[in-house]
Structure formats: structure tokens, C-alpha cells
């Protein structure tokens, strides 16, 4: 069974605070992608990553970073959170074409809020 | 770039009732198609999902959708909802031949009445 694991199910931080949501997948998927979940707006891509130190922006890229070091790690990164990024992130792993069964794999999810 | 609506936010029916989720999608080639469900609290579960051939996909859970490339749509059907079927669902598209890169729809919230 494909994992995907993401660090914390729940976290509460306050305004200005520097925040890292981790992920890690057990099957040596090559792409990772990080969602942000809202009401009413389903998944919005913030980043994903095809590959190791390689990322690109998604739909709603501004106030996070990320990172890629290891293959199965991709980390998000608040530089400075706020409120308007309480939110569910969810995180997601996936195989690259030619591969067809390039289905995404999700994690549980970690609810922020930003008081 | 690929797009996708979910017409209905929230869909009430009866247990034993039959269940048809709506997606159409904008692209203009043929996408890769995908319908994830997620239960309260939880991730994304991947119930079905289309590349090419038959155009009707059968999936987990009981669950059937149908590529209909004339109306650009890729609705979920059930011929009979059980409880444990109340969830959200989301219909995604993946465009060849990265395919990589979803576009969510934004979910329809299934309730359940007994």
C-alpha cells in the first residue's frame, strides 16, 4: 500500500510565525505535490515537484515555499504565516509519465489555523 | 488549461436510491480523468479514473463513470447509495502527456438519509 504521511493532523500557530508542514511518501513516487483544501474552492495547487531540489509554482504560489531534498520528502514552508492561510493542506505523491498509472496518492491532511 | 465544474454542491438521497455526480471538463484534447472521494476528517481516495479505451470505467466501492467526450463530462454513478457513501467527491483532470498536473473540481457533498 502507497503512504503518504504527513507530519501533523492538526496545528495551531499564531500570525508572523515561520511554519513547516512535512510529507513523506514510502513509494518512490518522483512527483509531490502540496494542496490547500478551502470551502466551496476544492484543491488549489500551491507547488509540486517533479524531481529532487526541483520544484515549480501552481495556482497559488504567493506566501509559501517549499523544499526537496530527499526524494521522499517535500516540505511547505509559511515564510510568514497568516490568517488567510488557515486552511487544510493536503499533500500528494504520483509517478511521472510514460507511467500511466500516475494517479495522485494523498495524505490524511494537516487543518492549520493561523490565529 | 483544463478546467473542471461540479454543478451540484450538495446532493441529498436515500439509502438503496441511486446517485449520479456531475463533472464536465474543459480541454481540448482527451484529458485523464479522475474521481477521488474524501470522508470526513480524511484524505483523498482514488475511486476511479480514465486514460483511453472503453468509456465506461468501473471503480471501487461500486462506483461507474462514463466519458462522454461529446458533452465533455465524466459523471459517477451508483445504482445503490449505502450510508457509508456520504462523503465529499471530487472530480479531477490530468492533461497529456505530462498528465501530472490535476485541476480539481470543486466537490459535491453527498449526504445520506436512511
Known amino acids: 500500500d502507497v503512504k503518504v504521511t504527513q507530519s501533523s493532523r492538526y496545528l495551531v500557530k499564531r500570525t508572523g510565525e515561520k511554519v513547516f508542514l512535512e510529507c513523506v511518501q514510502d513509494?518512490?513516487?518522483?512527483?509531490m505535490f502540496w494542496y490547500r483544501q478551502d470551502p466551496g474552492l476544492g484543491l488549489r495547487l500551491i507547488y509540486f515537484s517533479y524531481d529532487v531540489k526541483m520544484k515549480e509554482k501552481g495556482d497559488i504560489p504567493e506566501g509559501y515555499s517549499v523544499s526537496r531534498e530527499k526524494k521522499e520528502r517535500f516540505s511547505l514552508i509559511l515564510e510568514s504565516a497568516s490568517t488567510n492561510q488557515t486552511s487544510m493542506y493536503l499533500c500528494?505523491?504520483?509517478?511521472?509519465?510514460?507511467?500511466?498509472?500516475?494517479?495522485?496518492?494523498f495524505g490524511p491532511g494537516t487543518r492549520l489555523t493561523v490565529l | 488549461a483544463q478546467s473542471v465544474t461540479q454543478p451540484d454542491i450538495h446532493i441529498t438521497v436515500s439509502e438503496g436510491a441511486s446517485l449520479e455526480l456531475r463533472c464536465n471538463y474543459s480541454y481540448g484534447a482527451t484529458p485523464y480523468l479522475f474521481w477521488y472521494v474524501q470522508s470526513p476528517g480524511q484524505g483523498l481516495q482514488l475511486l476511479l479514473k480514465y486514460f483511453s479505451g472503453d468509456t465506461l470505467v468501473q471503480g471501487i466501492k461500486g462506483f461507474e463513470a462514463e466519458f462522454k467526450r461529446s458533452q465533455s463530462s465524466f459523471n459517477l454513478r451508483k445504482p445503490s447509495v449505502h450510508w457509508s457513501d456520504a462523503a465529499e467527491y471530487f472530480c479531477a483532470v490530468g492533461a497529456p502527456p505530462r498528465g501530472q498536473n490535476f485541476v480539481f473540481g470543486p466537490g459535491t457533498r453527498l449526504s445520506v438519509l436512511p
Open positions: 513509494m518512490d513516487h518522483e512527483n
Open positions: 500528494a505523491s504520483s509517478f511521472s509519465p510514460p507511467a500511466r498509472d500516475n494517479e495522485q496518492f
